[in-house]
């Protein structure tokens, strides 16, 4: 199954670790294989919350984005090819296809080649894992993608600010497959879920948040998300983690059932 995350303003919604909390959540919880990708072509978020803590440059060499367009223009991508490029993050059931260090000595893509090396790598890894999660920017804003247009959930990352909040809704269309995160929530903020649904009906019944947790920013920003869900995946109500775990929960669900949320 393909997920498409889109984010309504670029790097205020915190999409990078809402998409791989979701990703670990699915994984641990619903005990699926998840595959992580992006449409471009450069590094990214994905890497600082998923690798910052080791020796990037190192374990990247020979894997990532770069190393699957070789392939491509080789004629020789494939599933198995495609696990190589990828790291397999550990503890877990999630592979990442990194972006290209910008050093690397390929000759860049141009756009039309870079959307068919991303529509080839989406189908392929369609192929073999039970989730494939796109970053995909901000819609409107991204070049045209069979393997976008095609997706099965699309989830558009949100914060509580009122006033991207406006500008997105003001040209939202109501589709079926489309769900809604709200990241760095804030319990108390005016803007509360409760409240947010009654100015904005498309949230009724769509949105999942994921609650503002000190301890896992700590976690991605040390690049140890993976460790943070193996302590917490269990946490009881009385610890202060369980309503964030709580909530991976139930994005997971939304996302592997299609269960409809508040």
């Not at 893509?109 to 999660?133: G, H, K, M, N, W």
């Not at 804003?141 to 099965?152: A, I, N, T």
Request: a negative charge.
């Amino acid at each position: 199954m393909k997920v498409v995350f889109w984010s309504a303003v670029r790097g205020q919604t915190g999409a990078s670790a809402g998409m791989i909390a979701a990703a670990f959540a699915c994984s641990v919880f619903e005990r699926k294989n998840v595959f992580l990708i992006r449409t471009n072509c450069s590094e990214s978020g994905l890497e600082t919350v998923l690798m910052s803590g080791r020796s990037v440059r190192e374990e990247l060499k020979g894997v990532g984005i770069g190393a699957a367009l070789r392939a491509m223009r080789a004629g020789t991508l494939d599933c198995r090819m495609l696990a190589d490029c990828a790291v397999t993050l550990p503890g877990s059931r999630i592979s990442f296809l990194p972006g290209s260090l910008s050093e690397e000595v390929f000759r860049q893509p141009d756009e039309s080649e870079e959307r068919e090396l991303t529509d080839q790598l989406i189908e392929l890894a369609c192929r073999e894992y039970d989730l494939v999660f796109v970053e995909a920017g901000i819609p409107g804003k991204e070049q045209p993608h069979g393997g976008l247009e095609r997706q099965d959930v699309e989830v558009i990352c949100l914060n509580q600010n009122k006033q991207v909040l406006d500008r997105y809704f003001d040209k939202e269309e109501e589709k079926e497959n489309r769900y809604y995160l709200i990241g760095m929530y804030r319990m108390d903020s005016d803007y509360t879920l409760k409240n947010l649904k009654k100015i904005y009906p498309h949230l009724q019944g769509r949105t999942a948040i994921l609650p503002w947790c000190t301890e896992y920013q700590d976690a991605c920003s040390r690049g140890e998300p993976y460790r943070f869900f193996m302590r917490n995946a269990e946490a009881g109500k009385d610890e202060p983690n369980y309503r964030f775990i709580r909530e991976c929960k139930g994005i997971s669900s939304m996302l592997t059932a299609g269960r409809e949320m508040r």
